[in-house]
């Protein structure tokens, strides 16, 4: 069992930026990847990025060059946002998957004002 534990979502104006924080507990070993995803009010849930185990990166387009994820050690991997933007308003997922079994958050919100 794997559980994940998002944080650091609020409200912020545009241009503003926060960071989300997944933090993972349980059976860690075997993971080779975690997944920030977020879901707009009407939207179906959409990749954000994604961090490997080898530190290869991956970034939707609509957040590349403002978004950056990172592995801070074992146990937490976190997402920088930047330049936030309304459109940015989700509530954001993170997501695992350890053998075969997939893990998500519960989610954290994020409402970016104009």
């Known amino acids: 069992q794997v559980q994940l534990v998002e944080s650091g979502g609020g409200l912020v104006q545009a241009g503003g930026s926060l960071r989300l924080s997944c933090t993972i507990s349980?059976?860690?070993?075997?993971?080779?990847?975690v997944s920030w995803y977020r879901q707009a009010p009407g939207k179906q849930r959409e990749l954000v990025a994604t961090?490997?185990?080898?530190?290869?990166t991956n970034y939707a387009d609509s957040v590349k060059g403002r978004f950056t994820i990172s592995r801070d050690n074992a146990n937490t991997v976190s997402l920088q946002m930047n330049s936030l933007k309304p459109d940015d308003t989700a509530v954001y997922y993170c997501?695992?998957?350890?053998?075969?079994?997939?893990?998500w958050g519960k989610g954290t919100l994020v409402t970016v004002s104009s």
């Open positions: 997501y695992t998957g350890n053998y075969g079994i997939n893990y």
């Open positions: 349980g059976s860690i070993f075997g993971i080779n990847s």
């Open positions: 961090k490997a185990s080898g530190g290869l």
